[in-house]
């Protein structure tokens, strides 16, 4: 008499083992989220964890409050005093990013109230920030720059601040390092060995990685010549290669919009 029993087993346990890698696959593309308690808020993006852990909101930038001789920007009282109000001494989700931690060494990740209110949200709704696009997190940028929007067409906060106007680049203005907004023509594209480069007056040069560019964008690099652009992010001085010029790095077209 023929045993078919191992015959039987094969393949029961090839189809336990495809269940448990689909379980496995299914888990891991599950954010990771975490109940933790905010034991202090340090500015309006940045909290400290009853665990002595530092969060870095995700999405967002609010305004720098005061540090040394440097005095604070507009609204960045109002952005620290409204995470302060939602979230500190209280149980909050962290939902981590896929980016586990900044270079400061603070966590990556978004904050949900217990209610399941979105706190980066409801920050840029009361226009006390600006939204940001750094890949690979960016599931949420459609729902912050909607939240935006209210705050923009409301005039509410920074949106009702000439501080936080775009800066013309094409009235030669002076750069500085930081978080800003900017405005003007691109007058030139070149291109690196890593980077496209868009060069704008004032000294000012956006910065695109080729790769991010192939996977963000649907034009020709040479298409923007002559457009005027609206970008937002953070400044820094150029190498001595590059003394006196200013880049910004730019990882998605939220950061980089087309006005005409």
Known sequence: MT????????????????CGL???QAWAEVPATDRVVVAHVVDGDTVVLKDGGKVRLLGVNAPEKEFEQRPAQPYALEALLL???????KLVKLVRGE??????????GYLELMDGTDVQAKLLQQGYGFAVAFPPDIDRLEQYQHAESIARQQQ?????SDAWKPREVDRNIDLEGGFALFRGHINAVTTSKKNLLF????????????????????????SLQGKVVVARGWVSAGSKKYKGQYF???????????ES
């Open 3 to 18: 045993d078919h029993s191992k015959d039987r087993k094969a393949p029961l346990f090839g189809a336990f083992l495809l």
């Open 22 to 24: 689909l379980a496995l």
């Open 83 to 89: 995470l302060r109000e939602l979230t500190e001494g």
């Open 99 to 108: 980016v586990e931690k900044d270079r400061y060494g603070r966590v990556l």
């Open 156 to 160: 509410l906060g920074v949106w009702s």
């Open 199 to 222: 060069s704008m007056a004032s000294g000012l040069t956006l910065s695109v990685r080729h790769q991010a560019w192939e996977r963000f964008w649907n034009i020709k690099p040479a």
């Open 248 to 258: 910004l790095r730019i990882r998605h077209p939220f950061m980089m919009q087309v």
